[in-house]
Protein backbone atom coordinates (compact mmCIF):
# COMPACT_ATOMS: atom_id res chain seq x y z
CA UNK A 1 0.00 0.00 0.00
CA UNK A 2 0.97 3.28 -1.09
CA UNK A 3 1.76 6.37 0.99
CA UNK A 4 -0.62 9.05 -0.21
CA UNK A 5 1.59 12.61 -1.02
CA UNK A 6 0.83 15.93 -3.09
CA UNK A 7 1.84 15.84 -6.69
CA UNK A 8 0.55 12.02 -6.85
CA UNK A 9 -2.07 10.30 -7.87
CA UNK A 10 -4.45 9.27 -5.12
CA UNK A 11 -8.14 7.81 -4.21
CA UNK A 12 -10.29 10.44 -5.90
CA UNK A 13 -7.96 12.60 -7.79
CA UNK A 14 -5.40 11.72 -9.90
CA UNK A 15 -4.14 15.43 -10.04
CA UNK A 16 -1.91 15.60 -7.09
CA UNK A 17 -3.86 18.37 -5.16
CA UNK A 18 -2.15 18.14 -1.68
CA UNK A 19 -5.78 17.88 -0.08
CA UNK A 20 -6.79 15.22 -1.73
CA UNK A 21 -3.48 13.48 -0.94
CA UNK A 22 -4.50 14.77 2.80
CA UNK A 23 -7.61 13.20 2.63
CA UNK A 24 -6.72 10.29 1.58
CA UNK A 25 -4.13 9.73 3.68
CA UNK A 26 -6.48 11.12 6.77
CA UNK A 27 -9.33 8.78 5.74
CA UNK A 28 -6.98 5.73 5.88
CA UNK A 29 -8.42 3.22 8.77
CA UNK A 30 -6.26 4.50 12.60
CA UNK A 31 -4.17 6.93 10.84
CA UNK A 32 -6.50 9.60 12.28
CA UNK A 33 -6.70 7.88 15.46
CA UNK A 34 -2.28 7.60 15.76
CA UNK A 35 -2.57 11.13 15.40
CA UNK A 36 -5.16 11.76 17.96
CA UNK A 37 -3.40 9.73 20.60
CA UNK A 38 -0.21 11.54 20.14
CA UNK A 39 -1.45 14.74 19.93
CA UNK A 40 -0.25 15.47 23.75
CA UNK A 41 2.60 12.93 24.45
CA UNK A 42 5.85 10.64 22.73
CA UNK A 43 4.02 6.80 22.94
CA UNK A 44 5.95 3.47 22.96
CA UNK A 45 4.68 0.84 20.17
CA UNK A 46 2.66 -0.77 22.80
CA UNK A 47 1.26 2.13 24.05
CA UNK A 48 -0.04 3.24 20.99
CA UNK A 49 -1.17 -0.18 19.75
CA UNK A 50 -3.16 -0.41 23.65
CA UNK A 51 -4.27 3.24 23.28
CA UNK A 52 -6.12 2.19 20.00
CA UNK A 53 -7.83 -0.27 21.14
CA UNK A 54 -4.98 -3.06 20.66
CA UNK A 55 -4.91 -3.07 16.82
CA UNK A 56 -2.70 -5.36 15.06
CA UNK A 57 0.92 -5.03 14.94
CA UNK A 58 1.23 -5.63 11.67
CA UNK A 59 -1.86 -3.10 10.99
CA UNK A 60 -0.02 -0.44 13.34
CA UNK A 61 3.36 -0.64 11.44
CA UNK A 62 2.20 0.25 8.60
CA UNK A 63 0.02 2.80 9.42
CA UNK A 64 3.20 4.15 11.30
CA UNK A 65 5.46 4.06 7.98
CA UNK A 66 2.58 5.49 6.13
CA UNK A 67 2.69 8.58 8.54
CA UNK A 68 5.84 8.75 8.92
CA UNK A 69 6.70 8.77 5.04
CA UNK A 70 4.15 12.02 5.17
CA UNK A 71 6.81 13.40 7.71
CA UNK A 72 3.48 13.99 10.40
CA UNK A 73 5.15 11.53 13.04
CA UNK A 74 8.58 10.44 13.66
CA UNK A 75 10.07 7.27 15.78
CA UNK A 76 12.57 8.17 18.77
CA UNK A 77 14.28 7.07 21.44
CA UNK A 78 11.30 7.08 23.32
CA UNK A 79 8.49 6.22 21.11
CA UNK A 80 6.53 7.79 18.18
CA UNK A 81 5.75 11.75 18.56
CA UNK A 82 4.41 14.15 16.26
CA UNK A 83 6.41 16.59 14.07
CA UNK A 84 6.29 19.64 14.06
CA UNK A 85 3.97 19.35 10.74
CA UNK A 86 1.90 17.06 12.55
CA UNK A 87 1.29 19.01 15.22
CA UNK A 88 0.31 21.64 13.04
CA UNK A 89 -1.92 19.59 11.22
CA UNK A 90 -3.89 18.34 14.57
CA UNK A 91 -4.29 22.60 14.90
CA UNK A 92 -5.16 23.38 11.58
CA UNK A 93 -8.24 20.27 12.34
CA UNK A 94 -9.59 21.79 16.14
CA UNK A 95 -11.93 24.16 14.25
CA UNK A 96 -12.94 21.62 11.97
CA UNK A 97 -13.07 19.51 15.23
CA UNK A 98 -15.46 22.20 17.07
CA UNK A 99 -17.68 22.49 13.46
CA UNK A 100 -18.15 18.72 14.20
CA UNK A 101 -19.47 19.27 17.67
CA UNK A 102 -21.74 22.03 16.50
CA UNK A 103 -22.95 19.73 13.36
CA UNK A 104 -23.66 16.80 15.92
CA UNK A 105 -25.92 18.83 18.21
CA UNK A 106 -27.82 20.38 14.82
CA UNK A 107 -28.18 17.33 13.98
CA UNK A 108 -29.76 15.92 17.23
CA UNK A 109 -31.74 18.81 18.09
CA UNK A 110 -33.30 18.70 15.09
CA UNK A 111 -34.54 15.58 14.30
CA UNK A 112 -38.36 14.80 14.03
Same mark, same amino acid.
Given at each position: ???? *???????????????? #?????????? $???????????????? #?????????????? $??? *???????????? &?? $??????????????? *???????? &??????? $? &????
Amino acid at each position: MTTP *LPKKAVRGSQSGVPIM #ALFDLLGRKW $NMRIMWELRDEVLSFR #ALQQSCDDMSPSVL $NTR *LKQLSIAQLLIS &TA $NGYELTQQGISLMST *LDPLRKWA &TEWDEHI $N &TTKS
